[in-house]
T-cell receptor, first 111, second 109 residues
Framework: SQTIHQWPATLVQPVGSPLSLECTVEGTSNPNLYWYRQAAGRGLQLLFY??????ISSEVPQNLSASRPQDRQFILSSKKLLLSDSGFYLC??????????FGQGTRLTVV | KNEVEQSPQNLTAQEGEFITINCSYSVGISALHWLQQHPGGGIVSLFMLSSGKKKHGRLIATINIQEKHSSLHITASHPRDSAVYICAVRVHSNYQLIWGAGTKLIIKP
């Protein structure tokens, strides 16, 4: 069966430090993978999506980047975190026309 | 206007009450998902609906495709049900996800 793992669950990082959030999928190949961010009081917004290794589409220009080094691995990164990068980040795997699988999410606090 | 609207934004109820959370959308969809976000932040997928009604324990989810509306019901609510409930729709045109802003539910003992 398909499962998706996202870590860490919580993270506190100082301003200016780097960031790496990892998402991996099991039980499928060539998944369509997504990173979302939830700002306070708002719905989750799409940051990046990937349909294959090395293929990244960005929806919102910002201080973050994404990479897909392996078929079932999707990484969200930043070289230097800003206070405004604080929020809840969610990785998702969408398949077919209806199904979606979600990571547990990461709550990032930049201090 | 957001394409996915949830109501209410916040809901406080007493233990045992019947809870209804609503989700309305303005786009054509292929499916609607209900998720629970725990106070610590973790996400749990509750239901995926394309039509009709689903039940799991004390949770019931319904969808009316013609009216573009879904409801999540909790029967015999309990303090452990306190969480943020989020609906998300897969858009029919591109199968992407659009998210509601969430409903924060607090159940008091």
């Amino acid at each position: 069966s398909q499962t998706i793992h996202q870590w860490p669950a919580t993270l506190v990082q100082p301003v200016g430090s780097p960031l790496s959030l990892e998402c991996t999928v099991e039980g499928t190949s060539n998944p369509n993978l997504y990173w979302y961010r939830q700002a306070a009081g708002r719905g989750l917004q799409l940051l990046f999506y990937s349909v294959g290794i090395g293929q990244i589409s960005s929806e919102v220009p910002q201080n973050l980047s994404a990479s897909r080094p392996q078929d079932r691995q999707f990484i969200l990164s930043s070289k230097k975190l800003l206070l405004s990068d604080s929020g809840f980040y969610l990785c998702a795997y969408l398949t077919g026309v209806t199904e979606a699988f979600f990571g547990q999410g990461t709550r990032l606090t930049v201090v | 206007k957001n394409e996915v609207e949830q109501s209410p934004q916040n809901l406080t109820a007493q233990e045992g009450e019947f809870i209804t959370i609503n989700c309305s959308y303005s786009v054509g969809i292929s499916a609607l998902h209900w998720l629970q976000q725990h106070p610590g932040g973790g996400i749990v997928s509750l239901f995926m609906l394309s039509s009709g009604k689903k039940k799991h324990g004390r949770l019931i989810a319904t969808i009316n495709i013609q009216e573009k509306h879904s409801s999540l019901h909790i029967t015999a609510s309990h303090p452990r049900d306190s969480a943020v409930y989020i609906c998300a729709v897969r858009v029919h045109s591109n199968y992407q996800l659009i998210w509601g802003a969430g409903t924060k539910l607090i159940i008091k003992p």
